[in-house]
């Protein structure tokens, strides 16, 4: 299994960026994907998750109105769509997969980063204000 995040990059406050996650050697439609992202001196942090299905997805109250997330099965990719850029979204971005399939889903749970047992590189985000 390996994930690759992709689309990170540098945009001026209020700009916008669409970030991808390729999954390789899996089929990830039966599992819960997310989004988390670190900034520098700080603990990595839930932004956003997307059940198995595709049909729930809750974010942090952060982002909740600026980003979005969605998996295309098809493609087997993960994206995060973030809008209305602030300097504080500035971090390394990450995607991980659950690592339990068909995971019901529990908002809780999935803001978890326990939940995860595969995770990508990350994707650099920065955002000039």
């Known amino acids: 299994v390996q994930l690759q995040a992709s689309g990170g990059g540098l945009v001026q406050a209020g700009g916008s960026l669409r970030l991808s996650c390729t999954a390789s050697?899996?089929?990830?439609?039966?599992?819960?994907m997310a989004w988390f992202r670190q900034a520098p001196g700080k603990e990595r942090e839930f932004v956003a998750a997307v059940s198995w299905g595709g049909g729930v997805t809750v974010e942090t109250d952060s982002v909740k109105g600026r980003f979005s997330i969605s998996k295309d099965t098809a493609k087997n990719t993960l994206y995060l769509q973030m809008n209305s850029l602030k300097s504080e979204d500035t971090a390394v971005y990450y995607c991980?997969?659950?690592?339990?399939?068909?995971?019901?889903?529990?908002?809780?749970?999935?803001?978890?980063?326990?939940?995860?047992?595969?995770w990508g590189r990350g994707t650099q985000v920065t955002v000039s204000s």
């Open positions: 991980a997969a659950d690592s339990r399939e068909r995971r019901s889903y529990i908002s809780s749970l999935y803001q978890r980063e326990r939940t995860y047992g595969y």
């Open positions: 050697g899996w089929t990830f439609s039966n599992y819960a």
